[in-house]
């Protein structure tokens, strides 16, 4: 019994600081609904955001053959000055962490939360690529909706 109540006052700080789901979102790739040949499995983001107010997305990948999940990239929400005055509903998150990466490739995630879709079907866009500030070396595009 004190094992226990030892291991519950040890794990508690990380209970009380988990971090708060924004959103979950499962995508699929935009050639898939022109009945085109893909090469990615659906996507399923979950935008988290943490104590501090930091913003982040987790990109998970699930196997059209047997339902498995494996992990993708997590993304730290990027100052997206660009995207913002064309679509201010538009969220870019990136790999790059630290400004003197600035100018070398990094994995992108961005989300557009304009809805697309209908009022009780909602439905998103995103991108995932890699780059490097406004040069996307290569892209994929996905429309979304909220993953129950």
């Known amino acids: 019994m004190k094992k226990i109540l030892y291991l519950l006052i040890m794990l508690s700080p990380v209970i009380v600081k988990a971090d ?21 499995n659906p996507l ?23 339902g498995s999940v494996r992990r993708g990239l997590t993304y730290f929400k990027a100052n997206g000055n660009t995207q913002k005055k064309e679509n201010p509903n538009f969220v870019l998150f990136s790999t790059r962490q630290n400004t003197e990466d600035l100018g070398k490739d990094a994995d992108f995630l961005g989300i557009d939360f304009t809805d697309y879709g209908t009022e009780d079907t909602p439905l998103y866009r995103a991108v995932e690529g890699r780059g490097h500030d406004n040069v996307s070396k290569k892209h994929t595009g996905y429309f979304c909706g909220l993953n129950k």
């Not at 699929?28 to 090469?39: A, L, R, Y």
């Not at 982040?56 to 990948?61: F, H, I």
């Open 44 to 66: 399923m983001i979950d935008v988290k955001s943490t104590d501090d107010n930091m913003g982040y997305a987790v990109a998970k990948y699930m196997s059209i053959d047997n």
């Open 20 to 40: 708060t789901l924004i959103i979950s979102l499962m995508c699929f790739e935009e050639s898939d609904f022109n009945n085109s040949t893909h090469n990615h």
